[in-house]
């Protein structure tokens, strides 16, 4: 869902693309220098998807300054505009239209004062690199109006953009900005910061969800049942957290089941209905499925971290949130202070596509630093909190009744899922939702998670509706209201289980039907951007080649949301012991791509993301707690078994920007279903691919 504007009410304000529509001020959004750099603002944050340098591509472009003037400055609350969360493939279609709106009125706006100082006609400057040319030579610069307020505006909605063949800078493969800092050992990282005077702080957790202090061990700061340790150094906070952990006493705690398929189908939960129409057709034959997904966790290589520092007056947090308001939004409500007494300001930490821990850590640096005012506090995960403390992505269960009529043809639908919410970050709901919260004094258990609805492209919902044509659809969802384990978005939301069911069901109906599974689907499918790379990415893979007899080829497509960019993906799979993923060839129609090549790394981060949810990840418990809390209780896709990928990127420089990050995840998960399935002829409905749940 497109949060970034939920909220804000009727609104007649002349449009205005993207976030800019909230955020009107061209100030806001850049800034000129009089030593010619440009600087721009962005609300969306660097997460490791090089979302900066396409926002700074779009920046050179339309000011028509080189790529390496522009300068892009950290997210801080209060000084950025607020685009709400980086999240849901998003950034370029709302911050990057937004900041290239924002350049193009400036632009104007420049070019129209230096027409009337400098008397040249409009018609008769040009723009070179910040240096505005008049038949006789320079009359202006950007760097000369530096300091002239001239952005002091609300931005025009009569600002014109370049067209697509005007366009030079975006479209190319621009290097990342961000890279050579990392790959030098810079210190870029949230867990590279040193202050001076900076202490270190560890948490003491529950030892289950649900448990409750009894006795805190002597030593310790405490608000509440929040316990934690501070020290001078990491190693002696280490110690100190062991030791406090051993002599803290803790209730019980709340229990958790362990046979999550059965719990997800009885558990409480509303009722709704997502999407129908029609009536189905006369059925002469159907079939009914039913599919299973685990809780997953991110499992970022890098731990969570944060920084705080409370003056008295004021709290400042080094974050590496994905929504710097939004998170500062739950930690004025749980510190009881108010929200302009909070400035957050993102640093770059681990990557994460989704609802990590980057907030609750947050609150835990933010906890210890009031009550050690005045001496910065970083706190920074251990892997078992990393994996079994952060919000993890919630089990699905999803049925399936599909039926063909008298001509083979698809007649009718029926899809119902089972899970709990997909959103519970902070700063949507009036409780806070961070992970100490509700041990603190006075603290709120967390609310359950919510969905967003469907038009902005929904959460356990998401692509729950198929790009296939059929006359009768029903639709229908309940979202859990027990919340045993915390549940928050994860890339892809509901999609990796609905596409995976979508384009399962359709190969079955195929071989009802004894047609070609991609003949079968384009033959239903109405949506010729979705044919045309189901069709290339079968082209690719060579579809059709003779396999050994333990291997497939299987094909996936999908809309993501089904109103973003489509993706189809052929996976090959070699079946031994365990199931191994050997290519993946995808192919992708994005509308206009900014960065070529940090789009196509973002679909290979997609589909291999994908390969180790298929065949590796699952959170478990043990009754009482979750145990998937180390790399061996949840392993994770290794560098030996990533496939080959190869992207084809369908050029269409027209077409209005959709995202790449999470395109490919889904479609992979189900091409390597449709691969295990040529393979060894069993149709997969429990993830992940396992031995164990290939013979369920």
């Known amino acids: 869902m497109n949060l970034a504007f939920a909220g804000a009410g009727p609104d007649d304000r002349p449009k205005l693309p993207g976030s800019l529509h909230v955020n009107r001020r061209l100030d806001t959004w850049l800034t000129f220098h009089a030593d010619g750099r440009v600087a721009i603002h962005p609300g969306k944050v660097e997460l490791g998807q090089g ?88 009359v202006g610069s950007y760097a000369a109006l530096a300091g002239r307020d001239l952005l002091d505006a609300e931005a025009s909605p009569d600002a014109r953009p370049k067209p697509p063949a005007a366009r030079r800078v975006t479209g190319t493969s621009a290097p990342r900005l961000d890279l050579p800092a990392k790959i030098f050992g810079e210190a870029r990282f949230i867990h590279d910061l040193r202050f001076a005077g900076l202490r270190h702080a560890r948490m003491i957790r529950p030892p289950a969800p649900g448990a409750r202090l009894l006795e805190a061990p002597p030593g310790v700061l405490r608000d509440g ?45 509303e009722d709704s209905v997502v999407a129908e129409h029609g009536a189905p057709a006369p059925v002469t034959r159907s079939i009914t499925r039913r599919f299973f997904r685990p809780f997953l966790a991110h499992g970022s290589i890098g731990t969570c971290c944060a920084i705080a520092h409370f003056d008295g007056a004021v709290m400042r947090v080094w974050s590496h949130t994905q929504g710097p308001y939004n998170l500062r939004a739950d930690l004025a409500i749980a510190l009881g202070l108010p929200a302009e007494r909070i400035i957050v300001e993102h640093v770059e930490g681990a990557g994460c596509y989704g609802h990590n821990g980057a907030d609750d850590v947050a609150l835990d640096a933010a906890i210890c630093a009031r009550l050690c005012p005045g001496a ?68 709120q258990p967390i609310p359950p998670a919510i969905n967003p609805p469907l038009a902005g492209g929904g959460g356990a919902q998401r692509n729950m509706v198929p790009l296939y044509r059929v006359p009768g659809l029903s639709a229908t969802m309940t979202r859990l209201t027990e919340m045993p384990i915390r549940s928050s978005a994860l890339r892809g939301l509901g999609a990796l289980i609905h596409v995976w069911a979508i384009e399962s069901v359709m190969e079955e109906l195929a071989a009802l039907a004894g047609e070609d ?36 080829l299987g094909i996936a497509v999908a809309r993501y949301k089904n109103t973003g960019a ?22 992708a129609d994005m509308g206009e791509v900014i960065n070529p090549d940090g789009a196509i790394n973002q679909l290979e981060g997609g589909a291999i993301h994908g390969v180790s949810v298929a065949l590796h990840e699952a959170a478990t418990t043990d009754g009482t707690r979750i145990t998937s809390d180390s790399w061996d209780a949840y ?55 396992t031995p164990e749940n290939l013979t369920r």
């Open 566 to 587: 489509w993706c189809a993906v052929a996976a090959h799979v070699r079946a031994e012991e365990r199931v191994r993923c050997l290519s993946l060839h995808i192919a």
């Open 225 to 269: 049942d929040v316990l934690a340790v501070v020290a001078e150094t990491e190693a002696e906070a280490e110690n100190l957290a062991e030791r406090a952990a051993r002599a803290a006493r803790w209730s019980a705690g709340a229990g958790l089941p362990q046979d999550w398929p059965s719990w997800l189908a009885t558990a409480r939960g």
């Open 51 to 138: 979302i900066l340098t396409a926002l700074a591509q779009i920046a050179a472009e339309e000011l028509d300054v080189a790529l390496e003037r522009i300068l892009v400055t950290p997210t801080i609350t209060g000084v950025s505009p607020n685009e709400a969360v980086t999240s849901g493939s998003l950034s370029v279609q709302e911050g990057g239209m937004a900041l290239r709106h924002a350049c193009a009125d400036a632009r104007a706006l420049c070019l129209s004062v230096v027409s009337q100082a400098s008397g040249v006609p409009l018609d008769a400057l040009r723009l070179e690199n910040g240096v505005f040319l008049g038949p006789d030579g320079p």
């Open 376 to 443: 910065p506090i970083r706190v920074l995960w251990s892997r078992a909190e990393e994996l079994a403390e952060a919000p993890l992505s919630p089990a699905m269960l999803v049925e399936v009744e599909a039926g063909l009529d008298a001509a083979n043809t698809l007649a009718s639908w029926r899809v119902h899922v089972r899970s709990n919410g997909h959103s519970g970050r902070p700063g949507r709901v009036k409780t806070p939702v961070l992970l100490a919260a509700p041990l603190m004094e006075g603290g």
């Open 517 to 552: 599974a991609i003949a079968f689907r384009l033959r239903h499918c109405d949506d010729e951007r979705a044919a045309h790379v189901l069709r290339e990415a079968a082209r690719m893979a060579g579809r059709g080649r003779a396999l050994p007899e333990n291997e497939g």
């Open 635 to 689: 392993p994770v896709l290794r560098f030996r078994d990533v496939p080959r990928v190869q992207v084809n990127l369908i050029a269409r420089p027209e077409a209005p920007p959709l995202g790449a990050g999470e395109a490919s995840m889904a479609p992979s998960i189900a091409a390597i279903a449709s691969a295990i399935h040529q393979a060894l002829g069993v149709r997969p409905s429990h993830l992940p691919f």
